[in-house]
């Protein structure tokens, strides 16, 4: 059922490439299936075509997290955390925020 998701997800980015939502979708879906790399690879292509898209750094980060990339992850916290502000998002910037401590604390445990 997931990879009938995927294509259909694919198909609408074809038809709406500019469609940031799309992308997250995309990038969610790969995640959720366990593609790592691709759910990397889109998460990367939306944030570099709209970077106002406050949500996907959240999921960026962790995944990096995951992936074991932290300077990459800390990085996309910190670029979140100043896109939540110019958005006046709180609650995104709140999260991004605590995200971003956790991972200090994790960083700082394995130095």
């Given at each position: 059922?997931?990879n009938q998701?995927?294509e259909?997800l694919?198909?609408f980015l074809e038809q709406?490439?500019e469609?940031s939502?799309?992308?997250?979708a ?5 995640e ?5 790399q ?9 944030l570099?075509?709209d ?7 959240y ?5 990096l ?9 800390m990085?996309a ?11 006046r998002?709180?609650h995104?910037k709140?999260?991004?925020m605590?995200?971003?401590m956790?991972?200090e604390?994790l ?5």
């Amino acid at each position: 059922m997931s990879n009938q998701r995927l294509e259909q997800l694919r198909q609408f980015l074809e038809q709406s490439p500019e469609d940031s939502f799309l992308r997250y979708a995309l990038a969610k879906e790969h995640e959720k299936l366990g593609q790592q790399q691709e759910a990397l690879t889109n998460y990367q292509q939306l944030l570099s075509d709209d970077p106002a898209y406050v949500g996907a750094y959240y999921h960026l980060g962790k995944l990096l997290v995951k992936l074991e990339q932290y300077d990459e992850a800390m990085t996309a916290y910190q670029q979140g955390i100043e896109q939540a502000g110019k958005a006046r998002d709180q609650h995104a910037k709140g999260e991004l925020m605590g995200a971003k401590m956790e991972l200090e604390d994790l960083m700082e445990d394995l130095e």
